[in-house]
C-alpha cells in the first residue's frame, strides 16, 4: 500500500531537495486552448451565477451584474494582467508577495494566503459537484425517489473525481477544449432562445421595470444597492488565479507567453462578461422568484430551467449533461490546482512532509476534506457561495495589493493609484461578503491553522536535513584544503574580523584543543542571511585575513551549512575533516532551538553533530565534531 500511494515520489538526489525551479511543461499549447482549461473553472459557473445572483438581489439582479462586469473588466483584469507580466512562471501573485517581503515575512504571508487559496479551490470542487447533483436530480428523466439524495450524489461525484486521480489523472487540454466548445455552444442556443423569449414578451420586461420602480425609488438607489450586493456575486470572478497558474502551458518564450496570457485572460473576461449580462437578465425577467428558493425547480440551475422549459427536455438534457461534465471538470481543474500549489511552496519552505511531493496522500486528503465540506453545507449550492467568493476574492485582492505594492516600488506613481483603487474596492467587497457571510472566513482561517501547524511541525522535523543543494569551493578555497596536511577547522563567529579576534581564536583552539597554528588551521566562518529560507546553494571563499586561512560561506543555517561542508571535504580529498567548537554561552535548551529553527543558530555545536548523525550512519566515516 505504502509503495502504491508514493508512487511517482521523487527523491532528492545530491546532498538535499533541490530549489523550485520552473521548468518548461512538456507539451505546450496555444493561448485559445489553453483558455479552455481555465474556462472548465470559470465558465462553468454559469451553471450556478445566474441563479446565486437571482437570491441576492432579486429583481436587481441584471444591474448587480452589470457593476460585477464592470469590476471584472476594470478591476480584476487589468490587475491580473499585470500579474501575468510579472510572473510569467505561473506562481501568481502570492510569489510577487514573497518577492516584496522578503524573509519570514513574505513566507508567512504566503501560508496565510495558501489557506485561502485551498478555501477556494476545495470549495470548488465540493460547489461543482453540488451543482452538478442539482442538475442531475432534477432532470424530469431522472426518478423520484432520488431527489432527496442531493448529499449522497454530490459525494459520489467527489469520490470518483479522486478516484480517477489515484487512478493517475493527466490533466489533458484536448477534453477541455471539447467540454468548453460544447458547454458554450448550448450556451448560446440557450440565452439567445431566452432573449428570443424575452424581445417576444414585452409584458414580462414591463412587469420587470414595475418590480424595480416599485422596490426602489430611484436609478442611485438601485446602483447602490448593486454595490451593496455586489460581493454575493463575486463568484463571476473564480477563473483569473487559475488564468494566471496555466500560463506555463502556452506555448512560446516568456514574451510570448505573457503575451498569450494576456489574451486568454481578456477573450475569457469578455466572453464570460457577456453570457453573464444576458443570462442574469434573461433569467431574471423568464423565471419566477419562487422557483429560484431552495427546492425550486431553479435553484443552482437557471440556465437549465430555461433550456428545458423553452427548448424541450431533450435539448434541456442535453445541456444537463454537457453543465455536469463542465462542472465536474471544474472540480478536477481545482483538485489538478492544489496538486500543483503544495510542491510549488511548502517543500520549497521546507514546511512540508515528504509524502506530500507524492500526489496519491495529497488526493485522499483534499478528497476526506471536500467530504467534510459538502456534508457540512448539506450540498447546497447557494450556501456554499459564502466560503467560495470569500477564497475567490482574497485571491484577488492579494493580487491587486501586489501589483500596486510592485508599481509603487517601481516609482510608476499612475499605475499605483489605479490599483490602489482597485485594491480598496476588492478591499470593501472582501470585508462585506465576510460580514454578510462569516462561514466562509471560519472555513479560510481553519485552512490557515491547519497549513501554518503542519507547516511549522515539518520546518522542525526537516531542520536536522543538510539542506544545501550544491556545494562550491573558488580557487583560494581549494588551495587551502588541498594544502592542508589534516583538515582542521576551527568555527569562528566573525564580528570586527580584526587581527585581536584571529589571535584570541588561536589562543582559544590551543587552550582547549592543543591545536598548533603551524598544523595550518583553516578559520571557517558563517554568515546567515535569510534564515528563512529552507534549502540552497553553498559558495565557499577562500580569504587570507591577518596571516590567518579563512573559509567564508552564506547559508541559510550554520550548524547544517559545516555539516554539508565537512562531508564534502571528506568525499573530495579522503580526509577525515574535524570541526573545532567552543561551547556556547549557557541559557535554556528550549531557547537555543527556537533560535536554530528561526535564525538558523542556537548551540551550533551538538546541532552540527546531530546533522552529521542523520546525514552518514557510519561512525567510522562520519567527520569529527570536538567542543572545548
Same mark, same amino acid.
Given at each position: 500500500?505504502?509503495?502504491?500511494?508514493?508512487?511517482?515520489?521523487?527523491?532528492?538526489?545530491?546532498?538535499?531537495?533541490?530549489?523550485?525551479?520552473?521548468?518548461?511543461?512538456?507539451?505546450?499549447?496555444?493561448?485559445?486552448?489553453?483558455?479552455?482549461?481555465?474556462?472548465?473553472?470559470?465558465?462553468?459557473?454559469?451553471?450556478?451565477?445566474?441563479?446565486?445572483?437571482?437570491?441576492?438581489?432579486?429583481?436587481?439582479?441584471?444591474?448587480?451584474?452589470?457593476?460585477?462586469?464592470?469590476?471584472?473588466?476594470?478591476?480584476?483584469?487589468?490587475?491580473?494582467?499585470?500579474?501575468?507580466?510579472?510572473?510569467?512562471?505561473?506562481?501568481?501573485?502570492?510569489?510577487?508577495?514573497?518577492?516584496?517581503?522578503?524573509?519570514?515575512?513574505?513566507?508567512?504571508?504566503?501560508?496565510?494566503?495558501?489557506?485561502?487559496?485551498?478555501?477556494?479551490?476545495?470549495?470548488?470542487?465540493?460547489?461543482?459537484?453540488?451543482?452538478?447533483?442539482?442538475?442531475?436530480?432534477?432532470?424530469?428523466?431522472?426518478?423520484?425517489?432520488?431527489?432527496?439524495?442531493?448529499?449522497?450524489?454530490?459525494?459520489?461525484?467527489?469520490?470518483?473525481?479522486?478516484?480517477?486521480?489515484?487512478?493517475?489523472?493527466?490533466?489533458?487540454?484536448?477534453?477541455?477544449?471539447?467540454?468548453?466548445?460544447?458547454?458554450?455552444?448550448?450556451?448560446?442556443?440557450?440565452?439567445?432562445?431566452?432573449?428570443?423569449?424575452?424581445?417576444?414578451?414585452?409584458?414580462?420586461?414591463?412587469?420587470?421595470?414595475?418590480?424595480?420602480?416599485?422596490?426602489?425609488?430611484?436609478?442611485?438607489?438601485?446602483?447602490?444597492?448593486?454595490?451593496?450586493?455586489?460581493?454575493?456575486?463575486?463568484?463571476?470572478?473564480?477563473?483569473?488565479?487559475?488564468?494566471?497558474?496555466?500560463?506555463?502551458?502556452?506555448?512560446?518564450?516568456?514574451?510570448?507567453?505573457?503575451?498569450?496570457?494576456?489574451?486568454?485572460?481578456?477573450?475569457?473576461?469578455?466572453?464570460?462578461?457577456?453570457?453573464?449580462?444576458?443570462?442574469?437578465?434573461?433569467?431574471?425577467?423568464?423565471?419566477?422568484?419562487?422557483?429560484?428558493?431552495?427546492?425550486?425547480?431553479?435553484?443552482?440551475?437557471?440556465?437549465?430551467?430555461?433550456?428545458?422549459?423553452?427548448?424541450?427536455?431533450?435539448?434541456?438534457?442535453?445541456?444537463?449533461?454537457?453543465?455536469?461534465?463542465?462542472?465536474?471538470?471544474?472540480?478536477?481543474?481545482?483538485?489538478?490546482?492544489?496538486?500543483?500549489?503544495?510542491?510549488?511552496?511548502?517543500?520549497?519552505?521546507?514546511?512540508?512532509?515528504?509524502?506530500?511531493?507524492?500526489?496519491?496522500?495529497?488526493?485522499?486528503?483534499?478528497?476526506?476534506?471536500?467530504?467534510?465540506?459538502?456534508?457540512?453545507?448539506?450540498?447546497?449550492?447557494?450556501?456554499?457561495?459564502?466560503?467560495?467568493?470569500?477564497?475567490?476574492?482574497?485571491?484577488?485582492?492579494?493580487?491587486?495589493?501586489?501589483?500596486?505594492?510592485?508599481?509603487?516600488?517601481?516609482?510608476?506613481?499612475?499605475?499605483?493609484?489605479?490599483?490602489?483603487?482597485?485594491?480598496?474596492?476588492?478591499?470593501?467587497?472582501?470585508?462585506?461578503?465576510?460580514?454578510?457571510?462569516?462561514?466562509?472566513?471560519?472555513?479560510?482561517?481553519?485552512?490557515?491553522?491547519?497549513?501554518?501547524?503542519?507547516?511549522?511541525?515539518?520546518?522542525?522535523?526537516?531542520?536536522?536535513?543538510?539542506?544545501?543543494?550544491?556545494?562550491?569551493?573558488?580557487?583560494?578555497?581549494?588551495?587551502?584544503?588541498?594544502?592542508?596536511?589534516?583538515?582542521?577547522?576551527?568555527?569562528?563567529?566573525?564580528?570586527?574580523?580584526?587581527?585581536?579576534?584571529?589571535?584570541?581564536?588561536?589562543?582559544?583552539?590551543?587552550?582547549?584543543?592543543?591545536?598548533?597554528?603551524?598544523?595550518?588551521?583553516?578559520?571557517?566562518?558563517?554568515?546567515?542571511?535569510?534564515?528563512?529560507?529552507?534549502?540552497?546553494?553553498?559558495?565557499?571563499?577562500?580569504?587570507?585575513?591577518?596571516?590567518?586561512?579563512?573559509?567564508?560561506? $552564506?547559508?541559510?543555517?550554520?550548524? !547544517?551549512? *559545516?555539516? /554539508? &561542508? %565537512?562531508?564534502? +571535504?571528506?568525499?573530495?580529498? #579522503?580526509?577525515? =575533516?574535524?570541526?573545532?567548537? $567552543?561551547?556556547?554561552?549557557?541559557? !535554556?535548551? *528550549?531557547? /537555543? &532551538? %527556537?533560535?536554530? +529553527?528561526?535564525?538558523?543558530? #542556537?548551540?551550533? =555545536?551538538?546541532?552540527?553533530?546531530?546533522?552529521?548523525?542523520?546525514?552518514?550512519?557510519?561512525?567510522?566515516?562520519?567527520?569529527?565534531?570536538?567542543?572545548?
Amino acid at each position: 500500500m505504502r509503495q502504491w500511494l508514493l508512487k511517482g515520489l521523487k527523491r532528492p538526489e545530491g546532498l538535499s531537495s533541490a530549489p523550485h525551479e520552473e521548468e518548461t511543461p512538456e507539451h505546450q499549447h496555444s493561448w485559445w486552448q489553453v483558455m479552455c482549461l481555465t474556462g472548465v473553472d470559470y465558465f462553468s459557473t454559469l451553471g450556478y451565477q445566474p441563479g446565486i445572483a437571482a437570491l441576492a438581489a432579486g429583481a436587481l439582479s441584471p444591474i448587480a451584474t452589470l457593476v460585477l462586469v464592470a469590476l471584472t473588466l476594470f478591476g480584476a483584469l487589468p490587475t491580473y494582467r499585470a500579474v501575468a507580466e510579472q510572473s510569467p512562471n505561473g506562481l501568481g501573485s502570492l510569489s510577487m508577495l514573497e518577492r516584496l517581503l522578503p524573509g519570514w515575512r513574505g513566507k508567512l504571508l504566503v501560508l496565510f494566503l495558501l489557506g485561502f487559496v485551498a478555501t477556494a479551490f476545495i470549495v470548488t470542487i465540493t460547489l461543482s459537484a453540488a451543482d452538478a447533483t442539482a442538475h442531475i436530480l432534477h432532470n424530469p428523466f431522472v426518478p423520484e425517489f432520488l431527489a432527496g439524495w442531493q448529499v449522497p450524489v454530490t459525494l459520489m461525484l467527489i469520490a470518483a473525481l479522486g478516484g480517477v486521480f489515484l487512478a493517475g489523472f493527466s490533466e489533458a487540454i484536448s477534453i477541455a477544449v471539447v467540454l468548453v466548445a460544447v458547454y458554450l455552444l448550448l450556451n448560446v442556443v440557450v440565452v439567445g432562445s431566452a432573449v428570443q423569449h424575452v424581445l417576444t414578451a414585452p409584458e414580462k420586461v414591463t412587469g420587470w421595470q414595475n418590480a424595480l420602480s416599485t422596490d426602489y425609488a430611484s436609478p442611485l438607489a438601485m446602483v447602490a444597492v448593486a454595490l451593496y450586493v455586489m460581493p454575493k456575486l463575486a463568484l463571476g470572478l473564480s477563473g483569473f488565479e487559475t488564468g494566471v497558474a496555466v500560463m506555463p502551458l502556452v506555448k512560446g518564450d516568456l514574451a510570448e507567453r505573457v503575451t498569450g496570457a494576456r489574451k486568454l485572460l481578456t477573450t475569457a473576461a469578455l466572453i464570460m462578461s457577456v453570457f453573464l449580462i444576458t443570462s442574469s437578465f434573461a433569467t431574471t425577467v423568464l423565471i419566477p422568484p419562487a422557483e429560484f428558493a431552495e427546492g425550486g425547480a431553479a435553484n443552482g440551475r437557471a440556465l437549465a430551467y430555461l433550456a428545458h422549459e423553452y427548448l424541450g427536455d431533450w435539448f434541456g438534457t442535453a445541456y444537463d449533461l454537457s453543465t455536469i461534465a463542465i462542472l465536474w471538470f471544474a472540480g478536477a481543474s481545482a483538485l489538478a490546482g492544489l496538486l500543483n500549489i503544495v510542491p510549488r511552496y511548502l517543500p520549497r519552505y521546507g514546511m512540508a512532509p515528504d509524502w506530500t511531493r507524492a500526489s496519491r496522500p495529497m488526493v485522499l486528503v483534499f478528497t476526506a476534506i471536500a467530504f467534510v465540506i459538502t456534508m457540512v453545507f448539506g450540498a447546497e449550492v447557494e450556501t456554499q457561495g459564502g466560503a467560495y467568493a470569500t477564497g475567490v476574492l482574497a485571491l484577488i485582492l492579494s493580487a491587486a495589493v501586489a501589483v500596486t505594492l510592485s508599481a509603487w516600488t517601481a516609482g510608476r506613481t499612475r499605475p499605483a493609484l489605479f490599483f490602489g483603487f482597485v485594491t480598496l474596492v476588492f478591499a470593501y467587497a472582501t470585508v462585506a461578503n465576510i460580514i454578510e457571510r462569516p462561514d466562509g472566513l471560519v472555513i479560510a482561517l481553519l485552512f490557515v491553522l491547519a497549513i501554518v501547524v503542519v507547516s511549522l511541525i515539518s520546518r522542525a522535523t526537516r531542520s536536522t536535513e543538510l539542506r544545501v543543494t550544491r556545494i562550491s569551493l573558488d580557487d583560494r578555497a581549494r588551495r587551502f584544503i588541498n594544502e592542508a596536511a589534516e583538515l582542521y577547522l576551527i568555527a569562528n563567529e566573525p564580528h570586527g574580523r580584526d587581527a585581536k579576534e584571529y589571535v584570541d581564536k588561536a589562543r582559544e583552539a590551543w587552550e582547549l584543543h592543543r591545536l598548533r597554528t603551524s598544523e595550518g588551521l583553516l578559520f571557517l566562518e558563517v554568515t546567515v542571511p535569510d534564515a528563512s529560507e529552507f534549502a540552497g546553494e553553498l559558495r565557499v571563499t577562500g580569504e587570507e585575513r591577518h596571516g590567518f586561512r579563512i573559509l567564508r560561506m $552564506h547559508s541559510t543555517t550554520i550548524a !547544517n551549512s *559545516i555539516a /554539508a &561542508l %565537512l562531508l564534502h +571535504l571528506r568525499d573530495q580529498t #579522503g580526509k577525515t =575533516p574535524h570541526v573545532y567548537f $567552543h561551547w556556547a554561552a549557557e541559557g !535554556n535548551p *528550549i531557547g /537555543a &532551538l %527556537l533560535r536554530y +529553527l528561526v535564525f538558523g543558530g #542556537g548551540d551550533i =555545536p551538538p546541532l552540527t553533530r546531530e546533522v552529521l548523525r542523520q546525514a552518514e550512519p557510519d561512525p567510522d566515516r562520519r567527520p569529527v565534531v570536538h567542543v572545548g
